[in-house]
C-alpha cells in the first residue's frame, strides 16, 4: 500500500512564506508526475503546481512567480515553497503523485495540509 504524508501547513501572515512537503511510501516502483492542488471553502479543487519526473513544471497563472513546486525522487517527496502569500491563497493543500507499484500505475492523494493567510 502506498501513502502520501503531507506537511508544512499553517497559519501566516499576508507576505508571508510557508514550504509545504509530501512524501510517498510503501511499495513504490517509481514516480512520474507530481503536483499539488488545493481547495477554497465553497470551490473546486484546483491545480496549483505539478512537476514532471524530468523537472518540468506548470503553475497556475495565480501563482506563478510566486510558488515554486521541486522533487527529490530519492526520497519520494514533492515541495512547494510559497512566496509573497496573499488572503486568496488560504486552502486546505493536497499533494498528488502518479505512483506505479509494479502492479499499478495509479494517482495517490494525501490528506492534505491546511494553509491559512490571515493578519
Known amino acids: 500500500q502506498v501513502q502520501l504524508v503531507e506537511s508544512g501547513g499553517g497559519l501566516v501572515q499576508p507576505g508571508g512564506s510557508l514550504r509545504l512537503s509530501c512524501v510517498a511510501s510503501?511499495?513504490?516502483?517509481?514516480?512520474?508526475?507530481m503536483g499539488w492542488y488545493r481547495q477554497a471553502p465553497g470551490k473546486e479543487r484546483e491545480s496549483v503546481a505539478t512537476?514532471?519526473?524530468?523537472?518540468?513544471?506548470n503553475y497556475a497563472d495565480s501563482v506563478k512567480g510566486r510558488f515554486t513546486i521541486s522533487r527529490d525522487n530519492a526520497k519520494n517527496t514533492v515541495y512547494l515553497q510559497m512566496n509573497s502569500l496573499k488572503y486568496e491563497d488560504t486552502a486546505v493543500y493536497y499533494c498528488n503523485q502518479n505512483i506505479h507499484t509494479g502492479w499499478s500505475l495509479s494517482d495517490y492523494w494525501g490528506q492534505g495540509t491546511q494553509v491559512t493567510v490571515s493578519s
Open positions: 510503501g511499495r513504490i516502483l517509481s514516480i512520474n508526475a
Open positions: 512537476i514532471s519526473r524530468g523537472g518540468s513544471t
